[in-house]
């Protein structure tokens, strides 16, 4: 039997949708698999599920009222405290805004609030209030903002009798993703990310940027702390807020990132450089703003080239095993030539080319991996979080062994 899931303190938040008929059954396989399960239950999830099945199930007394005179009231912070893992299965539309929103108006959302540790939400729910910008939004907020993870709704019959996105993930696959969260595979490995785009200014108030969001560099330093890595996530200004338990160092422009990467270098394991680095810079930095009355019809304003920072450290480590670096290649025209023309220049381990169409300011991505080996692999459209996985997985089938 696999118990993947031995002496793992998992919370299942079970909340009021049609799914909440399938909890029972992931509570069945998650404590299979060696977990110790304590379910907790909105009032509307008791109309789809009673707490006596999951307290049968699960062995534990099934909590779901906050202010229940027989049980402890410090109750909810009792349960964050003692959790390793939080999962939201199903978690319906109205939970999930008023997770966003910081909400603690029941037990389990108030649990949600107290708790420290790692969050995930398995969502149910009808497609167009999936697709509803609020929920989209909301998701957002948990992702990006709280970084907590989306264990995303399959396709499938839903009960308002359609076919569409909306349907919670199988338990069978919930319970993967779950494993996932407490596998530990790059424990011990230090791992260096640039995220962002860079900012050159020109004067006090007026800079030179790119369109870059970082939500891919973010993305990868969310899932490579989550897999026990030590994370120093190098980032230009972006909207984002990065993830608990990494070194974030926050950096403006081409000249502050390269001299960042080079000071953490040396000790790394892999290097992805995937902020987009601006590749110029304005000569000289005016100390006063440029007034458009000192100036004729046009202004010119004189470029530089900035350092490449991948080439930088290709050349400098091209000797030695560690660490290994990849590089990415945004690029609007022939993708795989240009991809394969950046790893050989800029001596890279691998290259992941992107089409600015299919990247930029999006949630997803499709992505071509060119390896200095010469294998190379294409994605389908996946989430940025997906995407995170495979970089690190590729890393991992190069340098099993590094540590
Ligand atoms: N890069 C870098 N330093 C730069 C420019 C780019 O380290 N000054 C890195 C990026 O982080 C990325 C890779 O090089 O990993 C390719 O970046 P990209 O913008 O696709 O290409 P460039 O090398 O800038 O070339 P071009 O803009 O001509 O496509």
Redesign the pocket.
Known sequence: MNLDLKNRKIILGVTGSIAAYKAPELARLLIKSGADVQAVITEAACNFVTPLTLETLTGHKVVYKMFNSTTDPLEHINLAKNADLLLIAPASADFIARAAAGRASDLLSAITLAYAGTVAFAPAMNTNMLNNRATQKNIKILTDEYGWNIIEPASGELACGITDKGRMESPETIVQSVTNFFNRDLEGHKIVI?AGPTVEDIDPVRFISNRSSGKTGYAIARNAALRGARVVLISGPTALIPPENITVINVRS?LEMRQAVLEESDDAHLVV?????A?FRHETIETKKIKKETQNDSLEIKLVK??????EIGEKYKKSKSPVIF?????TDNLLT?GKA?LEK?LADMIIANSAKDALEKETTKVIFIHKDGRVNETDEIPKQSLAKLILDEYLSINPLSV
Not at 306 to 311: A, W
Not at 327 to 331: D, I, T
């Open positions: 640039t081409a450089m995937s902020a987009a680095v590749d900035n350092p490449d920072i991948l080439l590089g990415f290649a945004l690029e240009n950046k800029k």
